[in-house]
């Protein structure tokens, strides 16, 4: 694609006037010949600032009065315009040096707020990668027996890189309830993945009471079932979170902590799913 | 590298600068085929403000001269002087290499 020639108008006025007098019109032909990719224009911002902070090597008349064309322009004062405007261009504007400057300053700031913008959207943007809010490959349910045989029996299987209790939901509804039991092979529906997170301000919800078989809030004593969901003792208006929870077709379950279900609202014990058989009582011991 | 005449007191346009005069040794260009002519015999690509950059440089130490514009191009060539500081710079560069090859045999070329 060959370049504007405004575009490339405006690039070569950023040079210094009695540069541009000399090699206005061969570097602007030049670069429409050349096709210019982005850094052969901030090759030339970079040739501009320099012939800027080194006018001793622009031409100076002596030197270049030996020129043709110069010599024109000694003839006729508007010479020089006229020169590059041999182009068949509208006259060169000049840029003295304080609108060079001002410019200057202004892309400064430009490109510093730009920066800043950048950082704060940076800042803002969610980091899913690892961490809570990102999905975590538990294991197989057979991995998670060998790590903790216990879950079989149904005691919750704190794993804590994704801050949750994993329950297994039928053998833990039987040790709730006083029963000895061993299922370890839950299918995916029976499976929780409890969010250690205290719904009420946020605590972490400690390991299963072995008395009760219930999980108590150490902040402010909320209390929650055996499958988390909230007993009538305690501040929190509502179940522990859960996560979504999937089981590949290599049996690996995975916990995707940026899908969260809401714990079900308080309703008092009749409406749990699963009956805690002591609900009322706030101690754990 | 060595001497005044020469382009070894152009800081960062020392480099640029012998490509330029290399290639103007094979005869008069103007700033695109010299553009041209260096990415093809080094690869090295040279940007319009560097290229415009060392030219009036080399101008000003008179290495190289301006010849009259054609079609809104303007050739140029060496001055004698030019060739001689090429010249220099070259055995220079000779010697430097010469020293490299017997340091490092396996490198071919």
């Known amino acids: 694609m060959l370049p504007s020639p405004s575009l490339v108008r405006f690039a070569v006025r950023v040079y210094p006037n009695s540069w541009r007098r000399r090699y206005g019109v061969e570097l602007h032909s030049l670069v429409m010949e050349h096709r210019p990719g982005w850094r052969d224009w901030l090759d030339l911002l970079v040739g501009a600032i320099d012939a800027r902070l080194h006018p001793e090597v622009a031409p100076r008349p002596a030197l270049a009065a030996i020129l043709p064309a110069y010599r024109a322009s000694e003839a006729r004062p508007s010479a020089p315009v006229q020169a590059y405007g041999i182009v068949n261009e509208p006259p060169i504007r000049e840029i003295s040096r304080r609108t060079f400057m001002r410019r200057m300053l202004g892309a400064g700031v430009a490109l510093l707020s730009l920066e800043f913008v950048g950082g704060v959207l940076a800042f803002m943007w969610p980091q899913i990668r690892g961490g809570l809010g990102g999905t975590f490959a538990i294991g197989t349910v057979a991995d998670i027996v060998a790590r903790q045989p216990s879950f079989a029996a149904g005691w919750p299987y704190a794993y804590a890189p994704a801050r949750l209790f994993l329950i297994n939901v039928p053998a833990a509804e039987e040790l709730a309830l006083g029963h000895e039991i061993s299922i370890p092979n839950p299918a995916a529906n029976q499976l929780l993945a409890l969010w250690r997170k205290c719904p009420h301000l946020g605590c972490q919800v400690p390991e299963l009471c072995d008395a009760l078989k219930r999980f108590t809030c150490r902040c402010h004593g909320s209390t929650y079932n055996i499958l988390g969901e909230k007993l009538g003792y305690g501040p929190a208006d509502r179940g522990m979170d859960r996560f979504a929870i999937t089981i590949g077709p290599d049996g690996v379950v995975t916990v995707d902590t940026s899908k969260i279900t809401a714990g079900a609202l308080k309703r008092g014990p009749d409406s749990l799913v699963f009956t805690d058989p002591n609900p009322w009582m706030a101690e754990c011991r | ?109």
């Open chain 2, 1 to 109: 590298m060595t001497t005044d005449e020469g382009t070894g007191d152009l800081g960062r346009f020392a480099e640029p600068a012998l490509l330029v005069m290399v290639s103007l040794a094979s005869g008069t260009k103007h700033g695109y085929s010299i553009m041209a002519d260096i990415a093809s015999f080094s690869g090295t690509r040279i940007g319009p403000g560097t290229l415009y950059a060392v030219l009036a440089r080399l101008e000003a130490r008179g290495l190289i001269e301006p010849l009259d514009e054609v079609e809104r191009r303007r050739p140029y060539r060496l001055t004698p002087q030019g060739a001689a500081a090429l010249d220099a710079q070259l055995r220079v560069i000779g010697r430097l290499v010469q020293a490299a090859r017997v340091r490092r045999p396996h490198v071919a070329g």
